[in-house]
């Protein structure tokens, strides 16, 4: 892939397979210059967060207080969004790779105190370069993005992103390319996703040299991954989930032959990982009513009825690690994560229904601290919940119906 002038792409010179390989630097094609250096910064009187949503034609940078529109950039295509994990930028998963974009907030440590800034929101020039950019995961303090078309794995320090400058990743290979995930856990090894084009069956793990610590291959269609109090990581099966803990992976089983958990949130503030639940394997788009939650230390999974459906952009944890559903019913629904009771209802929305293409707008929950954010395109709107009282802070029309939406801390 050549660089275009708008575009800088970054090739590792050297791709390493895990299994018996030891990994390396990868090596930069060219250099961009800073981001720093092409945005005039101006300092703040503190961390000023903002939201990143995408429409039809472009993304918008809002600031997360008043959701007033602070920055419109033009871009073609549907286009996936995830933070960097420096509290500062976002992935944007574009034809070419995962591009930066700046949303133009950002803190940085001066000594025993911090500065923060704000800037104009800027769609960079770095791409990190892959086939069919998928998952980006954020763990143990580094940032992984994954590849579904090549298998290349993509590691960063999450605070190295921070100056906008490019970074040359650690660059990695899956033995197989397929639709997955990656993530780096704390004592420094690596787990990725087993599959290829065709199927999906586990989880590898390897560490630092390469060496193949452990694999699972008893999680069918593994899909979706998040990360528990402690260094506990769960993958989504579709008939149950498996764990890794203690450098063993081991399987909770589901209560239904076919028990699909495919997207799932996590705290670090609690074992217990919240997830979807589908029992149809046949159905076009299952629009479930149960939940599951799955306690990473007791191995066991528990189904909640909320009454409602809801879609995969509706799992959300708040600060002290309450599982979080929007559900279609235009309700917030916050449950205990242990117990699994309901413990509030907060209406937000008009009733909606999951439209059966997934990558079409919907209601959507992003949280960020004791925030929740959700958007409604039905109305072009956005709102801003407080999770301790339900009340809705703030609305606003935007100028274009939201569909993926994330944040940055700034």
Request: glycine share 10%; hydrophobic share 35%.
């Amino acid at each position: 892939m050549k660089p275009s002038p708008k575009l800088l792409a970054l090739a590792a010179t050297t791709s390493i397979l895990l299994a018996g390989c030891s990994s390396q630097q990868a090596e930069t094609a060219s250099t961009a210059s800073s981001t720093s250096t092409t945005v005039a910064a101006a300092e703040a009187d503190s961390p000023q967060a903002r939201l990143v949503t995408t429409y039809d034609g472009g993304i918008l940078t809002l600031d997360a207080t008043t959701l007033e529109v602070l920055g419109n950039t033009q871009l073609d295509g549907f286009n996936r969004l995830n933070p960097a994990g420096d509290g500062r930028h976002v992935f944007v998963s574009t034809a070419a790779g995962f591009q930066v974009f700046d949303p133009g907030a950002w803190t940085e440590a001066h000594g025993d105190h911090t500065h923060s800034y704000t800037a104009s929101p800027e769609l960079t020039d770095t791409v990190y370069d892959t086939q069919k950019p998928g998952h980006v995961v954020r763990h143990a303090e580094k940032t992984v993005l994954f590849g579904d078309g090549d298998g290349k794995i993509q590691i960063f320090d999450s605070a190295d992103l921070l100056s906008g400058k490019t970074i040359a990743p650690e660059v990695k290979k899956t033995l197989e390319p397929h639709h997955g995930v990656a993530l780096a856990l704390e004592n420094g090894d690596l787990l990725h996703t087993l599959g290829n084009s065709d199927s999906r069956n586990g989880a590898i793990v390897f560490d630092s040299a390469g060496k193949e610590v452990v694999r699972n291959e008893q999680c069918p269609g593994v899909h979706g991954e998040a990360a528990a109090a402690n260094d506990v990581i769960a993958l989504g099966c579709e008939d149950g989930v498996l764990i890794y803990k203690n450098g063993q992976f081991t399987k909770v089983q589901a209560p239904d032959a076919y028990g699909r958990i495919g997207n799932q949130a996590g705290s670090e503030m609690s074992p217990v990982i919240l997830g979807d639940y589908k029992v149809d394997k046949d159905a076009k788009l299952e629009r479930p009513e149960r939940i599951s939650l799955t306690n990473t230390e007791t191995g066991e999974l528990k189904l909640v009825d909320l009454g409602t459906s809801y879609s995969f952009r509706s799992l959300g944890r708040g600060p002290a690690g309450e599982a979080v559903v929007l559900g279609t019913d235009g309700q917030l629904h916050i449950i205990d994560q242990n117990t699994g009771n309901v413990l509030h209802t907060y209406p937000v929305v008009a009733p909606w229904m999951e439209p059966e293409k997934w990558q079409e707008p919907r209601p959507t929950l992003f949280i960020q601290e004791n925030h929740a954010y959700v958007s409604e395109p039905a109305s072009n709107t956005l709102h801003v919940v407080d999770l301790g009282t339900g009340k809705v802070l703030t609305s606003a029309e935007l100028p274009a119906a939201p569909n993926e939406l994330t944040g940055v801390s700034g």
